[in-house]
C-alpha cells in the first residue's frame, strides 16, 4: 500500500509540473530584433493612441496598426480614404503602415516608408532600437533624415497579444487564417464600391488631383 501510495503522489507532484514546463518552454521575445507588439503614447497626456505590430518577411520588415485608442467622437472605424495607393479605404485595424524595412546595422533598419492614416502621406523612415531592445525610436522624414521627427515605441509583453482583435492576432490558436496570412504580409488592393454613378464620378475627380 505503501507503494502505491508514493507511486499516486509521484504521478500528481509530475502532473502539477507539467504547465510549468509548458510555459517555461514558450519562445521569449528576440529583443535584438524589432518583431513584435509595440505602444506609442501622447507625447502630453502619455496616454496610448496605437498598437503596432511588426513582422519580418524574409528579411523585409513590416507594421500595422494593431489596436487603436479612439478618443470621445471620432470614428470608431476609420479608413483610410486619404490614401492614394493600394490601401486606399482600407480600415485602420490592420492597415500596413511601415514598408520595406530593411536590416542596415545591428540595431537600424531604413529603406522603406511610413504612412500617415490620417493624411495619406508617405514619409522615408528608419526604426533603431535602444540597447535594451524595450524601445523602438521610429523616424519618419521627407529629403533628409536629419530633418526628421522621432516617434518612440515601447514593446509590449506577449500577454498583450490576447487583447488583439482576432482578425489580426498573429497566434494561429486565435486567428487560423494567421498561417496562410500573416498579419503585416503584402495585402491585395482594397477597391471601393460607389453606390452611384455620382460618386465615381468625384472619386474620379480627386484622384486626378
Known amino acids: 500500500m505503501r507503494v502505491k501510495s508514493v507511486l499516486a503522489k509521484s504521478v500528481v507532484a509530475l502532473a502539477a509540473l507539467v504547465p510549468l514546463l509548458a510555459a517555461g518552454s514558450a519562445t521569449p521575445a528576440d529583443l535584438s530584433s524589432p518583431v513584435g507588439l509595440w505602444q506609442a503614447v501622447d507625447d502630453d497626456t502619455k496616454q496610448p493612441t496605437g498598437w ?3 513582422a519580418n518577411h524574409d528579411g523585409v520588415y513590416s507594421g500595422i496598426i494593431a489596436k487603436m485608442f479612439m478618443k470621445p467622437g ?3 472605424n476609420p479608413v483610410c480614404d486619404k490614401c492614394t495607393d493600394d490601401r486606399t479605404n ?3 485595424l490592420g492597415l500596413e503602415i511601415i514598408r520595406d524595412m530593411k536590416q542596415e546595422e545591428p540595431d537600424k533598419y531604413g529603406g522603406g516608408n511610413i504612412l500617415d492614416p490620417r493624411d495619406g502621406k508617405v514619409y ?3 526604426m533603431k532600437l535602444t540597447q535594451d531592445g524595450q524601445t523602438l525610436v521610429v523616424r519618419g522624414y521627407l529629403g533628409i533624415e536629419l530633418l526628421g521627427k522621432n516617434t518612440y515605441w515601447t514593446r509590449l509583453p506577449d500577454s498583450a497579444y490576447s487583447m488583439l482583435d482576432p482578425s489580426i492576432n498573429p497566434n494561429t490558436a486565435v486567428n487560423p487564417n494567421a498561417a496562410k496570412h500573416p498579419p503585416g504580409a503584402p495585402i491585395a488592393p482594397v ?3 460607389p453606390a452611384h454613378r455620382s460618386e465615381l464620378r468625384g472619386s474620379l475627380n480627386t484622384a486626378r488631383q
Request: glycine fraction near 0%; charged fraction near 5%.
Open 191 to 193: 477597391t471601393a464600391q
Open 124 to 126: 522615408h523612415a528608419t
Open 90 to 92: 482600407h480600415p485602420w
Open 74 to 76: 471620432d470614428n470608431p
Open 52 to 54: 503596432f505590430l511588426i
